[in-house]
């Protein structure tokens, strides 16, 4: 399987500041990335999919980036609704694999 | 709009099964793949297998084959996963997330998700 490392665990951050979260591919998984915003006790929801395509009705304050094996997200201008659990998610493979998610908490 | 709606929380004993549901509606029931996942406590999500709404077909993670089953009922729009001879390792929160159109070629990422399903397995 296709190991997938995300970094930071956990990120304070404020109110419209700038964050970048990182997900690393254990091979080439080409921009096959999709990255997902997860709140307790809601449905996870896709934010981003192939790398850097923004899901509809997902705010442009939000931007994927990468290929290969290094990919992005970046919140630009973080907002209050912002602060939840975010993963990244491979699907190149014939099985899905997760990062270990990011939790972003209110500095 | 679409939802999957996944029935609620389960208590088991070892060695039990446990059959979750998950329910789709606001798009064609049969036109797209239905992805299970779970996370235990403190770790990351895990792939469990896909089905095939149409055709009933599954693919199943490895190390849960002999012990996971897919089914659905498209009358209901509704698929389940039904895990046997539990362990307390199969503690977790239980995701179905709609996948690609069947006749999609490229890859295709879990796009919506039910809100998921707390099994606790514990004598």
């Known amino acids: 399987d296709i190991q997938m490392t995300q970094s930071p665990s956990t990120l304070s951050a404020s109110v419209g500041d700038r964050v970048n979260i990182t997900c690393r591919a254990s091979q080439s998984i080409y921009n096959w990335l999709a990255w997902h915003q997860h709140k307790p006790g809601r449905a996870p929801k896709l934010l981003i999919y192939?790398?850097?395509s923004l899901e509809s009705g997902v705010p442009l304050r939000f931007s994927g980036s990468g290929s290969g094996t290094e990919f992005t997200l970046t919140i630009s201008n973080l907002q209050p609704d912002d602060f939840a659990t975010y993963f990244c998610?491979?699907?190149?493979?014939?099985?899905?694999?997760f990062g270990g998610g990011t939790k972003v908490e209110i500095k | 709009q679409v939802q999957l709606v996944q029935s609620g929380a389960e208590v088991k004993k070892p060695g039990a099964s446990v059959k979750v549901s998950c329910k789709a509606s606001g798009y064609t029931f049969t036109n797209h793949y239905i992805y299970w996942m779970r996370q235990a406590p403190g770790q990351g999500l895990e792939w469990m297998g896909k089905?095939?709404?149409?055709?009933?077909?599954?693919n199943y993670a490895q190390k849960l084959l002999g012990r996971v089953t897919m089914t659905r009922d498209t009358s209901t729009s509704t698929v389940y996963m039904e895990l046997s001879s539990l362990r307390s390792e199969d503690t977790a929160v239980y995701y179905c997330?709609?996948?690609?159109?069947?006749?999609?070629?490229?890859?295709?990422?879990?796009?919506?998700w039910g809100r998921g399903t707390l099994v606790t397995v514990s004598s």
């Open positions: 192939k790398a850097s």
């Open positions: 998610q491979q699907y190149s493979a014939y099985s899905l694999t």
């Open positions: 997330a709609r996948g690609g159109l069947l006749w999609f070629g490229d890859p295709y990422p879990s796009d919506y």
């Open positions: 089905m095939n709404p149409r055709d009933g077909r599954t």
